[in-house]
T-cell receptor
């Protein structure tokens, strides 16, 4: 399968712990996006990269959240000192850099539960 | 703030019924519009998209959507639904003047099709 992959698929952690998620985009895509989705809502944008450069961050991305894409390939999203409100599905998507005619391809997501 | 509204949160239909799901966005000018679908247990996938030209767009699995600029709408339609169309449907737009970054999603419409 050459789609977007995310690991782990599920993560249960205790409040206050740190967690890290990984996203592997489609190999020829140079744009990578992170979204968060809670029950009954659509995905909400968190941040995006073009190659290794982080070009935009949402105000939703507090200081406890950090994302990296060190070599312009895979990306990691780390949440420090998790809170119960961080429980959500974290989605990764990738797209080709082709002006406004982009189409974002989504991965299966990582479901985070903070107890 | 720019937004996307989906009026129907949960729609229940019998097989062979016609479907129309509403989507309105909050700004004018040039828009790119998307409908994504999430089947149970699967990741988000693109159903159809509008960039320019013919305002009636055809997508996969018999779905179509019509862009009506004067109404800021991009409603999704299907003449005859099947049980396999049971899924959650999301309308999405990039923010105005956004060049390849985030998508703003509606909160989604859950469609249940009874066999």
């Amino acid at each position: 399968d050459t789609g977007v992959s995310q690991n782990p698929r599920h993560k249960i952690t205790k409040r206050g712990q740190n967690v890290t998620f990984r996203c592997d985009p489609i190999s020829e895509h140079n744009r990578l996006y992170w979204y968060r989705q809670t029950l009954g809502q659509g995905p909400e944008f968190l941040t995006y990269f073009q190659n290794e450069a982080q070009l935009e961050k949402s105000r939703l991305l507090s200081d406890r959240f950090s994302a990296e894409r060190p070599k312009g390939s895979f990306s990691t999203l780390e949440i420090q000192r998790t809170e119960q409100g961080d429980s959500a599905m974290y989605l990764c998507a990738s797209s080709a850099s082709s002006g406004p005619h982009y189409e974002q391809y989504f991965g299966p997501g990582t479901r985070l539960t903070v107890t | 703030a720019q937004s996307v509204s989906q009026h129907n949160h949960h729609v229940i239909l019998s097989e062979a019924a016609s479907l129309e799901l509403g989507c309105n966005y909050s700004y004018g000018g040039t828009v790119n519009l998307f409908w994504y679908v999430q089947y149970p247990g699967q990741h988000l996938q693109l159903l159809l998209k509008y960039f320019s030209g013919d305002p009636l767009v055809k997508g996969i699995k018999g779905f179509e959507a019509e862009f009506i600029k004067s109404k800021f709408s991009f409603n999704l339609r299907k003449p005859s639904v099947q049980w396999s169309d049971t899924a959650e449907y999301f309308c999405a737009v990039p923010p105005q003047n956004n060049q390849g970054g985030k998508l703003i999603f509606g909160q989604g419409t859950e469609l249940s099709v009874k066999p």
